[in-house]
């Protein structure tokens, strides 16, 4: 159907005003193009707020009450609070957390940004194929499997590591059974299969990263060490910052390996405040302790995250 036309004055033709159904009709596909996005989005939100925002605010709420699921929960406000501050196995692993936080992420983030610049370097296409798909094989495996295929790798009886120890005149380690040994396992399982996401990160940086900049910088003299300091890591800074933000996050909540690995011990060595919480709930049911545990743990999460931002407006250079 054509759209009606009216001469004016001047002899030319102008489309005639929009009839009342034409614009009813244009209203109808107003509103559902207004619908639409909220339809694709409401399964997601609804989602989020089912299994992560009730969630959240209901530990929040239980940190305040004692409960054992038996009894009715009973309010005892800040009490669950002066209790985790008062008990040493708490403290001990808050410290053990931060500890391997601080070895295992530099480790993770030093390992991957080494090997994602090393194969960024010249080398055959499918041989830097076959090194992202092996860094990031690890990631996929499940972390309690691996855990205790590392466990016989280090048992200090038959473990594959003391016999090739063995080969070359080293005794056997305790590794498992003692302190040092068993942060340093669960350091270096953690860090080993982990560090396959930082290190494509790292790549992707890399490849985004104008490859004329360091040709100029090479012109200008600066090579190896001063060119990776100068140029590429400032550069490389903004993938820094999102590496690091993810790697101590995931390693403030670490839990599989030194669970399956030692089961925080000798001792409390290896406990961390995961398993506190982990052991809190379902090995002494109490719930509003584990909560209060949780939350003090997520403060901690946000205040670091909340530093690194601050700090990056001095150290990250965005391009």
Not at 255 to 270: E, H, K, M, N
């Amino acid at each position: 159907m054509s759209t009606p036309t009216l001469k004016n004055t001047t002899g030319t033709t102008t489309p005639a005003p929009p009839t009342r159904s034409s614009a009813a009709a244009r209203r109808q596909r107003s509103l559902a193009e207004r619908l639409i996005a909220p339809l694709f989005l409401a399964p997601t939100v609804v989602g989020m707020a089912i299994f992560t925002i009730v969630p959240i605010l209901g530990s929040i709420l239980l940190a305040f009450f004692r409960w054992d699921i038996i009894s009715a929960p009973e309010f005892v406000g800040f009490s669950n609070f002066a209790d985790i501050v008062n008990d040493p196995t708490v403290r001990v692993s808050f410290l053990n957390t931060i500890v391997f936080v601080v070895v295992a992420v530099t480790l993770q983030l030093g390992i991957a940004m080494a090997l994602a610049v090393a194969i960024q370097g010249r080398m055959p296409n499918w041989l830097r194929v076959f090194f992202r798909s092996a860094f990031f094989f690890p990631l996929i495996l499940s972390a309690a499997s691996v855990s205790i295929f590392m466990g016989y790798l280090f048992n200090e009886q038959f473990g594959v590591v003391n016999w090739m120890l063995s080969l070359i005149g080293i005794p056997a380690v305790p590794w498992l059974t003692t302190s040092g040994g068993a942060a340093a396992v669960v350091v270096l399982v953690y860090v080993w299969q982990n560090f396959g996401f930082s290190f494509l990160l790292f790549i992707g940086g890399l490849a985004s990263i104008p490859r004329e900049l360091h040709e100029a910088s090479a012109l200008d003299g600066a090579t190896g060490w001063r060119q990776f300091v100068n140029v590429t890591l400032p550069l490389l800074s903004p993938t820094v910052l999102v590496a690091s933000v993810m790697a101590i996050v995931s390693a403030l909540q670490i839990f599989d390996q030194p669970y399956v690995l030692t089961r925080g011990g000798p001792g409390d060595s290896t406990r961390t405040a995961v398993m506190v919480i982990f052991e809190s709930a379902f090995q002494q049911l109490e719930f509003g302790r584990a909560s209060a545990i949780g939350l003090v743990l997520m403060m901690l999460i946000m205040a670091i995250t909340a530093l690194q931002f601050r700090l990056s407006r001095r150290f990250v250079f965005y391009q």
